[in-house]
Nanobody, 115 residues
Framework: QVQLVESGGGLVQAGGSLRLSCAAS????????LAWYRQAPGKQRDLVAT???????SYPDSVKGRFTISRDNAKNTVYLQMNSLKPEDTAIYYC?????????WGQGTQVTVSS
């Protein structure tokens, strides 16, 4: 069973930065990919960033150039560096791991960006 624990959320002013962390219970080297999603109130859960086992990364246009996903295999942790935050980035951010055809989710961490 894969367990993911996110941390690093909080309240920040527009233009500020936050770094989210997602610690996995096992080796992240075994995962096909890791990703960050977010869900704002009343909206669907959207993909924010993906990093594959080969360290390829991808982002939607809404965060490209502002967000960076990275991984530390030794710490079994994936990060999301968020810069130039906007009020519309306010959401619960979830970490996801893709492993052997299944998707595992963390509990989420709240990010609130004030204007």
């Amino acid at each position: 069973q894969v367990q993911l624990v996110e941390s690093g959320g909080g309240l920040v002013q527009a233009g500020g930065s936050l770094r989210l962390s997602c610690a996995a219970s096992g080796s992240i080297l075994s995962f096909n990919a890791l990703a960050w999603y977010r869900q704002a109130p009343g909206k669907q859960r959207d993909l924010v960033a993906t990093i594959t086992s080969g360290d390829s990364t991808s982002y939607p246009d809404s965060v490209k150039g502002r967000f960076t996903i990275s991984r530390d295999n030794a710490k079994n942790t994936v990060y999301l560096q968020m810069n130039s935050l906007k009020p519309e980035d306010t959401a619960i951010y979830y970490c996801a791991a893709f492993y052997r055809g299944s998707t595992y989710w963390g509990q989420g961490t709240q990010v609130t960006v004030s204007s």
